[in-house]
């Protein structure tokens, strides 16, 4: 069962069984809160040590919000060294120098979101 399936189950029956708008999750949000919560204000940013592109905002000036993808994830520098060394990538801090570029588009040309 994927994710999706699970939102879907979870948004079509309310703990009485009966039916719901399948719009609707269990805290009465919809899908288009969640979507905004997940992806609103992420903007493409390209590293310009490998090239690889992933979806990032500035929620305060410590908070980064970075959504990698596999194909981001796999043309990594720093990610591949980990693969190399045998680690899961999963325990990989992040990207320098992408973190460098996503600092550059919200502080210098304001094209990544900042947070109130």
Avoid at 26 to 34: E, I, Q, S, V
Wanted: aromatic share 4%; with cysteine; hydrophobic share 30%.
């Amino acid at each position: 069962m994927t994710e999706e399936d699970i939102l879907k189950d979870r948004g079509t029956r309310s703990s009485e069984g009966s039916r719901r708008s399948p719009e609707d999750t269990a805290d009465g949000r919809t899908d288009a809160d969640r979507a905004e919560y997940l992806e609103g204000g992420l903007t493409d940013v390209t590293c310009p040590g490998c090239g690889v592109t992933v979806r990032a905002k500035k929620n305060s000036p410590l908070h980064t919000s970075v959504q990698w993808s596999r194909r981001a994830v796999d043309g990594c520098a720093e990610f591949a060294e980990s693969r190399a060394r045998g680690e899961p990538t999963a325990l990989v801090a992040g990207c320098g120098r992408l973190l460098d570029s996503i600092n550059r588009a919200a502080w210098l040309d304001a094209s990544v979101t900042a947070g109130p």
